[in-house]
């Protein structure tokens, strides 16, 4: 089976870790970093985004790869070879993986988040994302979107493929550690999953997901100060959308 591995970094600081992980899994990769570094298989892009990171990585794919194998390089990778195995055994278009916290207000949002995807794939995480490669290039080039993992997603819906997530694999990394910075957090990635819903035909109960989340998202503050912030973190995100946000990449940008 022919994987490869893109791996997108803003920064150097954790690249030669990460070439470490990738060398030792055995799969070819090219790592995307927004900083210039000396080391093998690492391509200078100038941050404007991840979508338009994963665009550039993608002209420089071989020809013959089956499916291509999306990181960021602040993850650790566990247990890859539950997504190996689905994707021996099933018939499916796109798997992506869960995400674990050790600490942090992300810790109890995985919590909420993970039961109801298993359910109805209402926005991927493109911390480990494993997708067809023929499927893939029928979309490309990705447009300007925050939230180009569930951009992706919604593609493959609108297309049929098959989505898993996967349990069993999964990634292992660090993200807000106080409740405050979960307003912005939640506010780029919210936002961005609306912009992808207006570029893509993802099924109704997606679509009928979103149109309520604004009015759902007022129960999260059940969880106290965290659940404030994620309320008004969804809140503007949305907001921005109905602002035409266009841009790519936090901050946003109005038309």
Known sequence: ???????????????????MELENLGFPYLIVCGERINQPNVVYREPKGKYDAINFGLSLVPSDTEFVAFNDVDTKIHNFEAVLNRLQCEDVS???????VKDGPQLTFYSL??????????????EL??????????MLPLQKCKAEDSYILFKVLEK?????????????TKRT?????????????VGGIYQALSMTKPPIMVKLFYSILPFMSLLLVIFGVKGYYWTKGILLGFVDYVRKDKSGAWEPTYS
């Open 1 to 19: 089976m022919r994987i490869f591995f893109i791996v997108l970094a803003r920064e150097a600081s954790l690249v030669k870790k990460k070439v």
């Open 94 to 100: 796109l798997i992506f993986t869960k995400v674990c």
């Open 113 to 126: 988040l993970d039961p109801l995807r298993k359910k109805i794939p209402i926005a991927a995480s493109g």
């Open 129 to 138: 994302m494993i997708i067809e490669y023929g499927l893939l290039k029928e």
């Open 160 to 172: 049929r493929g098959k989505i898993a997530f996967s349990e069993k694999a999964f990634v292992t």
């Open 177 to 189: 550690t106080h409740a405050e910075q979960e307003e912005n957090y939640k506010r780029r990635t």
